[in-house]
């Protein structure tokens, strides 16, 4: 065995925070059989993928070896941790392992794509364990923001690998289990090759706080309340969601869910037994009903989603319910970067409505679900592994992990997406550079993220597009003269003429001009009818639009 | 005089932060004699303004109203106030008058419209005053990030009102003119009717910290760095420029100034004798023959900016320099929101150099410029004006200012941009609605924003564009058959056929089945055409391009 050799592969989630999927492999260099950990999902947005539904992992390097994969693992049910199983099954077509919280959600999404519930199979917490190829894999329970939450332990014949998952230090997370050191330094006690850490909270200076700390503040802020109360948090945190919904039933009101996701979590989390004790629910029509005083909705959309419950009551009145002057609406979540704008907008349409708007600024009303720089370092300690592979982090986040644990005096390296890493050496190594990437699920078509056609969209944004059209008859002579089309340009600019005769003056022009040698040549006309139409427009209206050129030939 | 009245009208800055633009006015009621109060702009997205490259307020109302119109008056240097009097000037020419540093950079704003530098009157501080129509105006000195900030005092018959513009209470500014509460109470002492006040921190509990506090920290962090520093922050911080300086002129440091607003700033400064004592400057032709730990670099793009300094040395070699490993990199700033992902992605790409980045996570590294809840309180009891009116907010921060004035006991009104607000009464009146809105700056020609250029840019940019092209002839009878050209789409979907051939077929199946009643009508064949295209690629790709139809009649 001396010539196989363990490695470490990400194809999403290192040097960026979303879309994780990681590989391990063991075996002999280019044979080694492989388990994917994490198939999840990034967001789009409209600087750089306008259009877009969802950003997967580029798969085609686990599809070119998909008779060398045994199975996929998946850590927890957050989006960018599951979000791509549904996605992906089809291409891979592996046994999906998961606890039971996270099978329900992961089975929810086969169905949309039609794959039945036994492609995922559900796995107890450590110390059972799945044998697949030369791995041995348990879920090591561990607190997160989600319930279930669960580090892998990978046993594999060059040493066991902790895989973090996404985690933190809490030991009262009120759903679902609690950080456990004891436990995890059990599992440690024998040596660690190697801990593959979440990054995310690396650059957070002091210790991460535990969920329960939000109830009081949270159930003083729902008391004192009088009219009606609106809480919105990610649906997939379960604590948060119960700890909202128990502060509004010892207020003496009724909860309301709204948001799909919102009764899908609550839902999956009572199936599989997760949560229990959740307060009586009751539906929007009933909480229409109801005296203001007596009710609190808990919505989606704590990310300004324009779907989403929390947009949807900003607007208007949703599923019959309108908020009022005098209403509360707290954010209980964190706002991630990029969304900012549109929570904004939300605060601002709930204030025209004359709602209360309370949301984290102070850091009463939310915490993390990652662990913090000195929590990272407590886990380094317990675990005390032979090398740390910071993951789950944009590149600066890895980076200043691997200077933490290199300050801590152990071995780490920052391996980025495509990077292939020996992990069964002393130290580890590069050894293969894998190209990697993004996939765009655009409608119903997945679309590579180079294959420019986003890049044409951000165009067309950017400068307008023009549509040339001209038709030439059997002989190859200019039929009628060129006309214009525009889509996103003024109408009028420079001249106070319209656009559209300007360019059709010039273009017929360019046509009166043009010779045999151009008329007869396809790429040359289109060519000198985008130059003109740039030109002119540049000259109008200080901006070169998009241009298509339609040449017809009577022929 | 009694049918006379005194009126404030917010066209821009009411309901947002940014594009500021303020009218008082007095006389008779539509007859009121007006001066205006700040021209900026605000910038454009990707979300909602794509391809725009500024946004002005719209001046309609201005316009039409001009001859009523005494001055403009601008309070300070920052874009969001005097970015618009270039863009603005010939449509209203009316007389700009400021103080010496901020007509400095009004001027340079109107020389690029190739106006002269007379059409700027300038205005020592307070107890100078300046007489137009009704109007006594006076620029009372206040602290702020920028050098001489001023609130204005605005004399009319019927009674003083103090316009505070952007400010801070800072007894130590460095540069400019410190708060000074002796002076704010002799002016307000006869009875202010009102206080039109900056709103933005009122969401900010503890009061602001001066701009003095932050050199310590900047200081030991310059002194301890070992291989080049760069530091970004606002151009016309010009205080906190020649803090950074200083420190790294003590730890023996060249100071490099990059990027234009930079030079600019520091030049109108120095040239308006408000910044003296500033470290000597080298080119970077210099600074990059200088060994690394001997140089520091000041440079824009604190926002992440595309194309700015930070930007460009995120991305490589800029003007000769280029970072590496070890050097470090501080941004003494606060990410503006909307603006996170474009500052993130310069930390990452300087964190793939192997640069260390530093920024103000901790609260270290920079302070407001705005006066934080205390602050307007303070501002309130010194002032003790009979109303309050809240301005440069989004609605949440107008309407916790309202609810903050009343807390005091004092009158508040929300007035949002296009609110005329009669101030001459004992309470704060809405006494009409004015049409306002936005305009847009794109390439060099204005545009509404509600013209529908920008929604179809946007519409591109999420559906993509599908042109379709038919002929037909003299009879009215289709030549050939419809073709398409596509933009932005998926070159296939669900057939795996190309999406063009699919589209064509079906489009040339309907205009098979076409009878003489659509072919002979543009309107139908158009519509017809159209349908079929969004429909064909729904069912291929789940998605609805736009269809531009391009119908040719040879006739």
New interface residues.
């Given amino acids: 065995m001396s010539d196989s050799r363990l490695i470490y592969l990400p194809l999403g989630g290192a ?1 960026e925070i979303g879309m994780n999927c990681y590989v391990y492999g063991y075996g002999k260099p280019g044979e080694e059989r492989l388990i994917v950990v994490d198939m999840g999902v990034t967001f789009p ?3 750089t993928t ?2 877009v539904d969802l950003i997967l992992p580029d798969i085609t390097w686990l599809k070119e070896n998909r008779n060398r994969i045994e199975a996929l693992f998946v850590t927890h049910a957050h989006e960018d941790h599951v979000g791509a199983v549904g996605h992906t099954f089809d291409a891979l077509g592996v046994p999906i392992y998961a606890r039971a919280f996270t099978a329900n959600i992961a089975r929810g999404k086969l169905a949309e794509y039609g794959v039945e519930g036994q492609a995922v199979r559900t796995v107890s917490a450590w110390p059972e364990t799945v044998t697949v190829g030369p791995f041995s894999v348990g879920f090591l329970p561990i607190s997160h923001s989600i319930p279930e939450s669960s580090a892998l332990v990978i046993d594999t014949p060059a040493g066991r690998v902790i895989h973090t998952g996404d985690f933190k230090l809490d030991p009262t997370p009120l759903v679902g289990e609690a950080w456990d050191p004891a436990l995890w330094e059990s599992v440690a006690k024998d040596g660690v090759k190697a801990l593959v850490c979440d990054s995310t909270n690396v ?1 957070s ?1 002091h210790a991460g706080r535990s969920e329960a700390t939000v109830g009081p503040a949270v159930e003083k802020l729902v008391s004192e309340a009088r009219n009606m109360v609106v809480a919105t948090t990610f649906a997939s945190n379960v604590a948060r969601v119960k700890t909202l919904a128990e502060a509004g039933d010892r207020a003496g009101r009724s909860i309301c869910l709204l948001g799909r996701a919102m009764r899908r979590m609550i839902e999956a989390a009572v199936e599989t037994g997760v949560l229990s004790g959740f307060p009586k629910v009751i539906g929007p029509e009933d909480a229409a009903q109801l005296p203001r005083e007596n009710v609190m909705l808990l919505v989606t959309g704590s990310q300004g989603e324009r779907r989403a419950a929390s947009a949807q009551l900003a607007r208007g009145k949703y599923n019959g319910i309108e908020l009022k002057e005098g209403d509360l609406f707290l954010f209980s979540s964190k706002t991630i ?2 969304n ?2 549109d929570v ?1 907008r939300i ?2 349409q ?3 409505k ?1 709602v209360d ?1 309370v949301d984290d ?2 850091g009463d009303y939310h915490v993390s679900g990652h662990a913090n720089r000195p929590d990272l370092e407590t886990v380094q300690n317990l675990v005390k592994p032979q090398m740390v592979v910071p993951m789950h982090g ?3 986040h890895l ?1 200043e992990h691997v200077k933490l644990a290199g300050q801590n005096g152990r071995a780490g390296v920052l391996a980025v997406n495509g990077m292939m890493i020996e992990l069964s050496g002393n130290e580890p190594r590069v050894v293969e550079y894998i190209e990697t990437g993004r996939t765009y699920l ?4 997945q ?1 590579g993220a180079l ?1 420019g ?2 890049r ?3 165009r ?6 023009v ?1 040339v ?1 001209v ?1 030439l008859d059997e002989d190859d002579e200019p ?2 003269e060129p ?1 214009c ?1 525009l ?8 001249s106070h003429a319209p656009l559209v005769d300007i360019l059709e003056e010039d273009l017929a022009q360019f046509m009166g001009r043009a010779g045999g040698k151009t008329l007869t040549d396809d790429d040359k006309l289109e060519e000198g009818l985008r130059r003109v139409a740039r030109q002119t427009a540049m000259n109008e ?3 070169k639009p ?1 241009v ?1 050129v ?1 040449v ?1 030939r ?1 022929s």
């Fill in positions: 040097g947005d409209m600087d306008p259009g650059f200076q970067p990029g900012e704008r904004i605060m601002n709930l204030s025209e004359g708007v600024a102070m944009e590149h600066r980076r655009d409608g119903s078509v679309i294959d056609i986003v044409d969209r951000i067309m944004a950017l400068n307008g597009h549509v059209t038709i039929l009628g006309w089309d889509m996103g340009l003024p109408e009028q600019g420079r209206i200080g901006k998009e298509t339609v017809s009577l």
